[in-house]
């Protein structure tokens, strides 16, 4: 039997749950590929209607999910609250793309004279591709988990979901899993369309099944190596989907340093240390100006992180390596330890996983890769400089990362530019004075990063991360009758591709 | 120094090539980079013109590039003429959408209140990667080579691309990328933006190089295999686009027979000769109704190809490889030569490699994978089936494809119903009374499907194949100053997503 531990007192219980098998995992991917063809006959508002099933049940049973991963996480109710707003919202934007029906990239050229010759019909579309394997983080228990963005994407584009429960939070797994299952099942979608394995092996099993067509994963880079290798050695290749490590670089420019000391300390604290610092966009390293304004906004930045108590981590795991991490910064050469906030008990004064807040400094030219290694935890690096150059030469240290972020006042466009410039071929996002913490469910969003913050091209928040899951289909010439409704010529009420014209209905 | 071979007469000629030491590479992949850097700041206008440029260029040298490629595919100067005026129409082509702009995919979410509350402002586009590796194809030296739709589509979305010229046509690559490079620098583009390198451990070298972004490629599975291998060994993986391998299956229903016997026979007899049988939409195997009406089309289609001489392959190792599976079909139990064609010297007489069209039946029933292999050449296995149950059965021995076709009469829409469903998740395209081969470039066109047909959910043939080679990049609460041009409130002229709704211009 499976345990679970309470992260604020170190206390494992029992769950009453089993690791998954290998053969019970077989059995919960043929359930999902029956599924999987089952809904293939139903159209766009079937699932648009599911996901708002699904949003709705999150919604209703919103207090016994936020206790039971509060326990799990300690993450905090009002924070896991929010959380399980979050992926009710998820899945209702899915639902209103799903609806929308531009995801489908339907594009239409009638057959006629080309410069080529003659040419035949062509009608395509993007379909769903089967099963996917959704392996949750351990840092959202909602968000990224079993009722997060891979489920709800996936699921908005017609596949069938089998989840791998994560470790940090079984119980919370379950519980939105049967939430989920149960709504999906009084809406009418077949049994098997969602599906769960626990354990490592199961999930294992799971990436290496011929029927899953997809995996999408978020947790660290270790993790992720481990499921591309069990890819590299399956007979058919599949789409791996991975959200890794991300340092997150953020600047702060000499003006705005001048401007807003202890404005930008206090949100930069908050930032970092949001979450106990176990967000994949928590800003890493921070680079400040040398200086008198500098100097004041590290000042005000180690005064909030001294103050501080240790707050409780996920996980054991967590907890041991962020001592790993931070001892091996600490121990390079060049690093000052500028902050250490009070280390022992975790805010619940329980015998659990904590680590207290930490601002260490280097000299930007100083910067080195063992220096610019993500820390999952409420650390971050400050490196000051005394110039744009500094900056850009430091830059070479900092991993590709999902996100930079810029603070600055209007008069410094130019070296903006400039450092935008660099910034944007190393990440997914680019902040303007804000924080990369806090990443919004939206149209125009994108989550994603060059390696090793993603190995994809696509993104995992927002709504175009739904054509991870989708492949095109062309039909040449086809009879009426067997083209899918979207691909008929008297379609309306969707974006199509006309002859090469857009039109939007 | 690497030698060329007149595939119609054997003859082995100097090119005055040689291969390009790894150095060499490494200067050239490094050149890309910076000619990528450089062009970054040019808009899309800029590239719409190169575009036409190269466009322009190689219908220029029309008459050239036919000649040299003649003499080393032995395809002929009218299948070679119409492929230089393919590859112009791609380019044109995409130039044609990068001008439209939908391709950038440009979303715009205004800051506002949202149900999770106060949200920050995000623009975001797709942004070309950096440097592409392109490996052309043998079998089209043109429209999947040098100058073809991968080297169109990575230079449209505003990437550099290095070529590996493919061996068995050294000196039309060459010609190729004299012609193209040119035009680029006559037009304007810095140095480097194409380049190319000749030779095995070079295009090893290309695919392991830390800057290349992505790897396109049309050729054998084996082949493709390889580079994923190196790609695996790199520390940042990057995306592989592999155009494989395919079968293509091709059905005809008792009423298609019934009525149209002769007419598909021919059809069918010129679709898997066509080139030799050298595309990667021809179709492998055929099923037949069994009963006189496919009697008569089966003994048409051996009556055509009996009657052949045998055709020039395109080099000894497709020539030695057709020989041994045709060998290995045939050798397989339950396989009957129904037909093959006067073998030994190619159309043109000489002491080239050639290949006769050879037609094998098979029951549906007896079908296996072994039977079911590519052969690429001029064979096609015929398999004669009782009922469209046994037409679905069989296909479980067929490797997924590129194609599927289906020839049948407006009265047997039900099965044909039933077909499609069948055939849908198993290809990338579906053709209706016609033929798989001869890919329409369009904007709906899909030229991709299910391993082993690909490795990946994306086209290389449409305009969509540009999607391949570009990421997206969010710009969050930016200001004005720094964003693209595309991205700007005032913007017009391209169709943007503003607040989750579509607007055209």
């Keep these: 039997m499976l345990n679970t531990t309470d992260p604020r007192t170190g206390a494992v219980t029992p769950t009453g749950l089993d690791a998954t098998a290998p053969e019970q995992a077989d059995t919960i991917v043929r359930a999902a590929q029956a599924a999987f063809a089952d809904v293939a006959g139903r159209d766009r508002a079937w699932r648009a209607g599911l996901l708002h099933a699904l949003a709705d049940a999150l919604e209703a049973d919103r207090a016994g999910l936020v206790a039971v991963a509060d326990r799990e996480t300690g993450l905090g109710a009002a924070r896991l609250d929010g959380e399980v707003s979050r ?21 239409i050229d009638h057959a006629g004279q080309t410069a080529l010759g003659p040419a035949p019909e062509l009608r395509r579309m993007l379909i769903p591709i089967g099963p996917v394997a959704v392996f949750g983080s351990s840092n959202f228990p909602f968000a990224f988990s079993v009722a997060g963005g ?95 490590s991300s340092l997150n ?100 004064g329980g015998a659990g996983f904590t680590a207290a807040p930490t601002v260490l400094g280097v000299e930007a030219t100083a910067l080195t890769a063992e220096i610019a290694e993500e820390a999952f935890g409420p650390l971050i690096v400050v490196a000051r400089y005394a110039d744009d150059g500094e900056i850009l030469a430091a830059l070479d240290a900092v991993p590709d990362s999902l996100t930079a972020t810029v603070h600055s006042e209007p008069a410094e466009v130019e070296a903006v530019t400039g450092l935008v410039a660099a910034l944007a071929p190393r990440v997914g996002r680019i902040v303007f004075d804000g924080y990369p913490t806090g990443v919004r469910v939206s149209w125009a969003q ?52 006309v002859d090469g014209r857009l039109q939007l209905d």
Tied chains: 1, 2.
Aim: with cysteine.
């Design 87 to 107: 992926s009710a919202f998820q899945f209702r934007l899915f639902a209103e793309a799903v609806r929308e029906g531009g995801y489908l990239e339907v594009a």
């Design 249 to 348: 670089p953020l600047v702060i420019t000499p003006g705005a340093a001048a401007a807003r000391a202890t404005e930008i300390a206090d949100g930069l604290y908050g930032s970092f240390t949001l979450g106990s610092g176990q967000f994949c966009t928590k800003p890493g390293v921070a680079f400040v100006p040398a200086g008198a304004d500098g100097d004041a906004l590290v000042a005000r930045l180690v005064e909030r992180a001294t103050d501080a108590a240790a707050s409780v981590l996920l996980n054991e795991r967590i907890a041991t390596s962020f001592d790993d991490i931070r001892a091996r910064l600490v121990a390079a050469g060049a690093v000052d330890v500028l902050a250490r906030g009070t280390e022992g008990a975790g805010t619940d």
């Design 150 to 244: 891979d489920t709800a994407s996936a699921l908005a584009g017609g596949n069938a979901v089998v989840l791998k429960a994560h470790s940090s939070h079984l119980e919370t797994s379950a519980r939105s899993f049967a939430v989920l299952s149960e709504a999906a099942g009084a809406y009418g979608a077949p049994d098997g369309l969602l599906g769960i394995v626990y354990g490592t092996a199961a999930g294992a099993a799971l990436v290496a099944h011929p029927l899953v067509r997809a995996v999408g994963f978020t947790g660290s880079l270790h993790g992720g190596q481990a499921l591309m290798d069990i890819i590299a050695g399956r007979d058919e290749p599949i789409p791996f989907y991975g959200e890794l």
């Design 446 to 497: 994108h989550h994603g990063g060059p390696w090793p913050a993603t190995n994809s091209q696509h993104t995992s928040v927002g709504v175009s991360a739904i054509r991870r899951f989708l492949r095109p289909l062309a039909y040449q010439d086809a009879p009426e009758a067997v083209l899918p409704a979207e691909l008929r010529d008297g379609y309306r009420g969707i974006p199509r591709r």
